[in-house]
């Protein structure tokens, strides 16, 4: 079948680096979206990775390791408004999106 | 980028009965679906909307419980018929702006619905 791990819930303080990991097992692999969802919101697209390594994109950093099945994004110089929750992708050979369950990241002062 | 317009954003539901979300883009887009996101969980794809023709419909979800309209590249309807409080969700529509499949979704903030 088809997975996709990220943990349910992180914390971090505001200022400092969280990291929240992604495994993937798939049929096939098209691509790693990573979205943010604040409570009572539309996910908003915030990276996609399709070849190996690291992208960067301001304060948030996308990296994939397609060999591992494993990405992870990179939130620095936390603050409070990236109290959200963090849902990884994954697109499979079918051009199916299949999603995980999303990560809470809470952030306190 | 694309701009969705969903409404009802929010509906209270008597069981048996039937809701029409409305979902309206700003632009013409080339896929359009429909998801359905149980507080805490992941999002579940229930069909692609195809422009002029019969959705394209997940395992899991037909077209009696959940027909589905889209008469041009910016308008798609989701029923869900015969509600049951089961089907107490959020419901939130998607398009793709992208070339091909691969570009990103865009998401209508979504339509939550609670059936009694």
């Known amino acids: 079948g088809q997975n996709i791990d990220q943990p349910t819930e992180m914390t971090a303080t505001e200022g400092a680096i969280v990291q929240i990991n992604c495994t993937y097992q798939?049929?096939?692999?098209?691509?790693l979206f990573w979205y943010q969802q604040h409570a009572g919101e539309a996910p908003t697209f915030l990276s996609y990775?399709?070849l190996d390594g690291l992208e960067e994109k301001g304060r948030f950093s996308s990296f994939l390791s397609r060999s591992k099945g494993y990405s992870y994004l990179l939130l620095k110089e936390l603050q409070m408004k990236d109290s959200a929750s963090y849902l990884c992708a994954v697109m499979d050979s079918n051009y199916q999106l299949i999603w995980g369950a999303g990560t809470k990241l809470i952030i306190k002062p | 980028s694309a701009v969705i317009s969903q409404k009802p954003s929010r509906d209270i539901c008597q069981r048996g009965t039937s809701l029409t979300i409305q979902c309206q883009v700003d632009?013409?887009?080339?896929?359009m679906f429909w998801y359905r996101q149980q507080p805490g969980q992941s999002l579940t794809l229930i069909a692609t909307a195809n422009q002029g023709s019969e959705a394209t419909y997940e395992s899991g979800f037909v077209i009696d419980k959940f027909p589905i309209s889209r008469p041009n590249l910016t308008f798609s309807t989701l029923t869900v018929s015969n509600m049951s409080p089961e089907d107490s969700s959020i419901y939130l529509c998607?398009?793709?702006?992208?070339?091909?499949?691969?570009?990103?979704?865009?998401f209508g903030e979504g339509s939550r619905l609670t059936v009694l």
């Open positions: 998607s398009a793709s702006a992208g070339e091909g499949d691969t570009g990103e979704l865009f």
């Open positions: 990775n399709v």
């Open positions: 798939t049929s096939g692999f098209n691509g």
């Open positions: 632009s013409q887009v080339t896929m």
